[in-house]
């Protein structure tokens, strides 16, 4: 869970026993190198922010860097999901409006495509349980203040624009109550108009963001961060990845079209990592690739990645 301190303790433990083993490979990271970037020039302009806004990531990344380790932003980056949230929250207003046209039935699809992408269940995934553990519990007060503070400091636009979209939503909500009180309550055809139009608005709101959430924010992400784990274990397996990485997008799919084409015609082939080099391959011992993720992305990426080895 990103920002909690029981995670920040399990990244840097985890990282920390693997070096000093001489056991620990790449260490992939949930970020791109736009937002680590951004992320590293705030923490030089505001030392005390970046030290109280620490979380798992930057934990990981200093004890990779204590050892010399091969550091991999291997998430999707920012503008292109920018760019997809913008396009999904158009198609979805579209489809809405759509419901002889087949709108509602590419937007059910699509729902129901990602969750089950994303929410795979049974052994050897993240369960309840795995949220209750009292340590993560704990930290949760920490975690709610933190997440919001960082993209307040990260994109104080960006985080303003959504929170005066949820205001507005909200405002309509106290709209729609301060009309119900004024109205004839006791009439039961209003009871029902009432009914109708506060489950219509709420529906409206899942219906946006449920999209939002599961395909864009985690199944389209889940293939990118995926992709770059898996390219780091065929590293250290013995397989010369390298050249392919740095030749470009089509070498990477070349590389990949047995394993992840399946999924990539799922949710789309999203060309967006950035090049990187490593020299881990002829390297000494079993190496092992740690890869920090946010709770969401667990188990969808490991269930492309298991996919992908039956």
Same mark, same amino acid.
């Given at each position: 869970?990103?920002?909690?301190?029981?995670?920040?303790? !399990?990244?840097?433990?985890?990282?920390?026993?693997?070096?000093?083993?001489?056991?620990?490979?790449?260490?992939?990271?949930?970020?791109?190198?736009?937002?680590?970037?951004?992320?590293?020039?705030?923490?030089?302009?505001?030392?005390?922010?970046?030290?109280?806004?620490?979380?798992?990531?930057?934990?990981?990344?200093?004890?990779?860097?204590?050892?010399?380790?091969?550091?991999?932003?291997?998430?999707? *980056?920012?503008?292109?999901?920018?760019?997809?949230? @913008?396009? %999904?929250?158009?198609?979805?207003?579209?489809?809405?409006?759509?419901?002889?046209?087949?709108?509602?039935?590419? /937007?059910?699809?699509?729902?129901? @495509?990602?969750?089950?992408?994303?929410?795979?269940?049974?052994?050897?995934?993240?369960?309840?349980?795995?949220?209750?553990?009292?340590?993560?519990?704990?930290?949760?007060?920490?975690?709610?203040?933190?997440?919001?503070? %960082?993209?307040?400091?990260? %994109?104080?636009?960006?985080? !303003?624009?959504?929170?005066?979209?949820?205001?507005?939503?909200?405002?309509?909500?106290?709209?729609?109550?301060?009309?119900?009180?004024?109205?004839?309550?006791?009439?039961?055809?209003?009871?029902?108009?009432?009914?109708?139009?506060? /489950?219509?608005?709420? =529906?409206?709101?899942? =219906? /946006? /963001?449920?999209?939002?959430?599961?395909?864009?924010?985690?199944?389209?992400?889940?293939?990118?961060?995926?992709?770059?784990?898996?390219?780091?274990?065929?590293?250290? %397996?013995?397989?010369?990845?390298?050249?392919?990485?740095?030749?470009?997008?089509?070498?990477?799919?070349?590389?990949?079209?047995?394993?992840?084409?399946?999924?990539?015609?799922?949710?789309?082939?999203?060309?967006?990592?950035?090049?990187?080099?490593?020299?881990?391959?002829?390297?000494?011992?079993?190496?092992?690739?740690? =890869?920090?993720?946010?709770?969401?992305?667990?188990?969808?990426?490991?269930?492309? *990645?298991?996919?992908?080895?039956?």
């Amino acid at each position: 869970m990103h920002y909690n301190p029981a995670s920040v303790a !399990l990244a840097e433990d985890t990282c920390r026993k693997l070096a000093e083993s001489s056991s620990l490979g790449s260490v992939v990271i949930e970020s791109c190198n736009i937002r680590w970037e951004a992320a590293q020039e705030m923490k030089k302009k505001m030392p005390i922010v970046g030290k109280l806004l620490g979380n798992e990531m930057r934990a990981a990344c200093d004890v990779s860097e204590e050892y010399g380790r091969p550091i991999v932003l291997g998430d999707q *980056l920012i503008n292109v999901t920018v760019a997809r949230l @913008k396009e %999904s929250f158009s198609e979805t207003a579209s489809d809405i409006i759509s419901p002889f046209g087949g709108g509602w039935t590419r /937007f059910r699809n699509d729902v129901v @495509k990602a969750f089950r992408e994303t929410n795979p269940a049974g052994d050897g995934y993240i369960g309840a349980r795995g949220l209750l553990d009292p340590k993560l519990i704990a930290g949760l007060p920490i975690s709610f203040l933190k997440y919001p503070a %960082s993209y307040l400091t990260r %994109s104080p636009g960006g985080t !303003l624009l959504f929170g005066t979209f949820l205001y507005l939503l909200n405002s309509l909500e106290q709209a729609n109550a301060a009309t119900a009180v004024m109205a004839d309550g006791s009439s039961p055809a209003y009871m029902l108009y009432s009914f109708v139009a506060s /489950f219509g608005f709420a =529906a409206l709101e899942t =219906a /946006f /963001f449920a999209r939002l959430l599961l395909v864009v924010l985690l199944a389209e992400r889940n293939v990118t961060l995926a992709e770059s784990i898996l390219e780091q274990c065929e590293i250290y %397996s013995g397989v010369d990845a390298v050249d392919g990485l740095n030749n470009g997008p089509n070498d990477v799919d070349k590389f990949f079209s047995g394993l992840m084409a399946p999924v990539k015609k799922m949710f789309g082939n999203s060309e967006t990592t950035q090049n990187y080099s490593l020299s881990g391959a002829d390297e000494d011992g079993e190496k092992v690739v740690v =890869a920090i993720l946010g709770m969401a992305h667990c188990n969808g990426i490991k269930k492309i *990645l298991m996919e992908g080895q039956s």
